[in-house]
């Protein structure tokens, strides 16, 4: 089914489907979310994703009356799926997912922003066997705390361990107490609000310039207004920043997700 485009005012592109409408999922309701913890069973909506590579099914919990970060979004599903399929693969992507630079012992220790549901922290602790922190605002945790009990048997079977911590972007004290002892950094559809843009970037700078260590962030990203190219610009002044994965369009519509490779300048 086509999706149809809407333009407004001839700087906002957007395309909307049933299932993906940004003129809901972006907006006043993010920040004002209801306790999670009183979601009645009708706004849960519970599913299982098979990953191939393991063997298993992960289940995640969204709970869409509560606001955008209680939804998966596209990107997040992209970066599922290619976690899921780097295994015997060797592409940039495939490449950064193996990458132990602290010794082959030890777990890739992965930071997550703006986890959402935590889906994509939770399928890279267990497809890599990873150490991996998912992040966002504290009134989304408590969602991510639910999906990381519920998949607490499949984690420990793949040695992936999922810690959780408050990190709202460009805030000093988050970011401190998070540290830097990671590498790599994951995000997906992390850049939408323009107000948004540079507390991320801010945290961006902390992470991937401010220690001595090289550290990666690797970005999923579906592109929905135009405006978006003012973070990329301003992103690009500090960091190398190289597109590492081009999805198809899906479900009609003309633009696909794109995963972006941040990298600090030198
Ligand atoms: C569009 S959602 C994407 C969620 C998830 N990564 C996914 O792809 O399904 C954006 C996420 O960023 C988080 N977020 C928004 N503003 C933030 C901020 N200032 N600091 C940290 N996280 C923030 C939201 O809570 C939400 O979970």
Same mark, same amino acid.
């Given at each position: 089914?086509?999706?149809?485009?809407?333009?407004?005012?001839?700087?906002?592109?957007?395309?909307?489907?049933?299932?993906?409408?940004?003129?809901?999922?972006?907006?006043?309701?993010?920040?004002?979310?209801?306790?999670?913890?009183?979601?009645?069973?009708?706004?849960?909506?519970?599913?299982?994703?098979?990953?191939?590579?393991?063997?298993?099914?992960?289940?995640?919990?969204?709970?869409?009356?509560?606001?955008?970060?209680?939804?998966?979004?596209?990107?997040?599903?992209?970066?599922?799926?290619?976690?899921?399929?780097?295994?015997?693969?060797?592409?940039?992507?495939?490449?950064?997912?193996?990458?132990?630079?602290?010794?082959?012992?030890?777990? %890739? +220790?992965?930071?997550? #922003? &703006?986890? =959402?549901?935590? /889906?994509?922290?939770?399928? @890279?602790?267990?497809?890599?066997?990873? *150490?991996?922190?998912?992040?966002?605002?504290?009134?989304?945790?408590?969602?991510?705390?639910?999906?990381?009990?519920?998949?607490?048997?499949?984690?420990?079977?793949?040695?992936?361990?999922?810690?959780?911590?408050?990190?709202?972007?460009?805030?000093?004290?988050?970011?401190?107490?998070?540290?830097?002892?990671?590498?790599?950094?994951?995000?997906?559809?992390?850049?939408?609000?323009?107000?948004?843009?540079?507390?991320?970037?801010?945290? %961006? +700078?902390?992470?991937? #310039? &401010?220690? =001595?260590?090289? /550290?990666?962030?690797?970005? @999923?990203?579906?592109?929905?207004?135009? *405006?978006?190219?003012?973070?990329?610009?301003?992103?690009?002044?500090?960091?190398?920043?190289?597109?590492?994965?081009?999805?198809?369009?899906?479900?009609?519509?003309?633009?696909?997700?794109?995963?972006?490779?941040?990298?600090?300048?030198?």
């Amino acid at each position: 089914m086509t999706s149809p485009i809407v333009q407004i005012q001839g700087d906002i592109d957007i395309d909307i489907d049933e299932d993906f409408n940004p003129f809901t999922m972006i907006l006043p309701q993010d920040g004002k979310d209801n306790d999670a913890n009183h979601a009645t069973p009708q706004h849960q909506q519970q599913e299982l994703y098979f990953l191939q590579s393991i063997n298993s099914n992960i289940v995640i919990r969204q709970l869409p009356s509560q606001g955008l970060s209680f939804q998966l979004w596209p990107a997040a599903t992209i970066l599922v799926t290619l976690l899921d399929n780097t295994n015997g693969l060797s592409t940039p992507l495939s490449d950064l997912f193996k990458r132990q630079e602290n010794g082959d012992s030890l777990p %890739l +220790r992965i930071l997550e #922003l &703006g986890s =959402g549901t935590g /889906i994509v922290g939770i399928v @890279a602790a267990a497809v890599l066997g990873a *150490k991996v922190t998912v992040t966002d605002l504290p009134h989304v945790l408590p969602n991510i705390q639910f999906n990381v009990d519920a998949n607490s048997q499949v984690l420990e079977q793949q040695n992936g361990v999922v810690d959780i911590a408050a990190l709202s972007w460009g805030e000093s004290q988050d970011m401190e107490a998070v540290g830097r002892d990671y590498d790599l950094i994951l995000g997906s559809d992390v850049v939408y609000h323009d107000h948004l843009y540079d507390p991320l970037i801010k945290t %961006l +700078r902390f992470f991937l #310039l &401010g220690g =001595g260590k090289k /550290i990666a962030f690797v970005m @999923a990203h579906l592109r929905r207004w135009k *405006k978006e190219s003012v973070f990329f610009k301003r992103a690009k002044k500090l960091f190398d920043v190289q597109v590492i994965h081009t999805e198809p369009p899906s479900n009609g519509s003309r633009i696909g997700v794109v995963v972006y490779l941040f990298t600090g300048k030198r």
